[in-house]
């Protein structure tokens, strides 16, 4: 079955230096975890084999979010608004929003958010599209 036809409203990409997420925890810790991540993401990057790449990962995912609503991280959109989420079937990387994000995606006419993440060689890439 094919997916409802949908319009791009926007993309977003971000590249994130493993070694600089890695120093921001090591320097911050715990505040600095809560503060960029939720409580799920933590769990699931601290269970792999690579905390920090998959935390670059994320943190990339969350900036090209952000770029893809046209909004940025601020007032419409914390860190913590966006969620990268696993496909427990599949490993596919989604996006769950919060009210805060969901709103951001609705004001601009959007319906959902797409993204990718490539973590190796030391870099974390992520794309993201916001489709209608």
């Known amino acids: 079955m094919e997916p409802p036809a949908a319009n791009l409203i926007g993309i977003g990409a971000d590249l994130c230096p493993v ?6 925890r090591a320097r911050h810790g715990q ?37 893809a609503l046209g909004c ?14 696993t496909d427990a079937a599949t490993g596919a990387p989604g996006v769950r ?15 959902r958010v797409l993204v990718s993440l490539s973590p190796d060689g030391g870099l974390a890439l992520a794309y993201a599209a916001a489709l209608s």
């Open 97 to 111: 929003l919060d009210a805060l994000g969901e709103r951001t995606l609705r004001a601009r006419g959007g319906s």
């Open 31 to 67: 505040a600095f975890l809560d503060k960029v991540f939720t409580s799920a993401e933590q769990a699931e990057c601290l269970g792999r084999a690579d905390p920090d790449a998959s935390f670059a990962a994320r943190w990339a995912a969350k900036e090209a979010v952000s770029k």
């Open 19 to 24: 070694a600089r997420l890695a120093a921001a």
């Open 72 to 85: 940025g991280i601020g007032p419409e959109l914390a860190l913590t608004s966006v969620e990268v989420v």
